[in-house]
Nanobody
Framework: QVQLVESGGGLVQPGGSLRLSCAASGRTFSSYFMGWFRQAPGKEREFVGHIRWSSGNTYYANSVKGRFTISKDNAKNTMYLQMNSLKPEDTAVYYC????????????WGQGTQVTVSS
């Protein structure tokens, strides 16, 4: 079955950088979007951005555009989220997810990794 495993979370100071990884297994993802979401305490889950696996095209929420970058490594079946210029409001549990390109909902989710931005 499909398995998504995030890693790379931690504590970082405001203005710092962090890179999250999402290792995917269980199928080929050539016909999938892979996305990043986050959820802060007391808030709803928020879309961060996604990448279309086949083309590498990306899309970002306005809140992270210009600061976050999604990339992938086909050989490792791994997606990355490079986060720069981090702000305290970026503090959240970050999740990776996958959906087929014809689907509107994400079907597969990772367990999440905590990112805390604080001095």
């Amino acid at each position: 079955q499909v398995q998504l495993v995030e890693s790379g979370g931690g504590l970082v100071q405001p203005g710092g950088s962090l890179r999250l990884s999402c290792a995917a297994s269980g199928r080929t993802f050539s016909s999938y979007f892979m996305g990043w979401f986050r959820q802060a305490p007391g808030k709803e889950r928020e879309f961060v951005g996604h990448i279309r696996w086949s083309s590498g095209n990306t899309y970002y929420a306005n809140s992270v555009k210009g600061r976050f970058t999604i990339s992938k490594d086909n050989a490792k079946n791994t997606m990355y989220l490079q986060m720069n210029s981090l702000k305290p409001e970026d503090t959240a549990v970050y999740y990776c997810a996958a959906r087929g390109i014809t689907r509107s909902e994400y079907d597969y989710w990772g367990q999440g990794t905590q990112v805390t931005v604080s001095s």
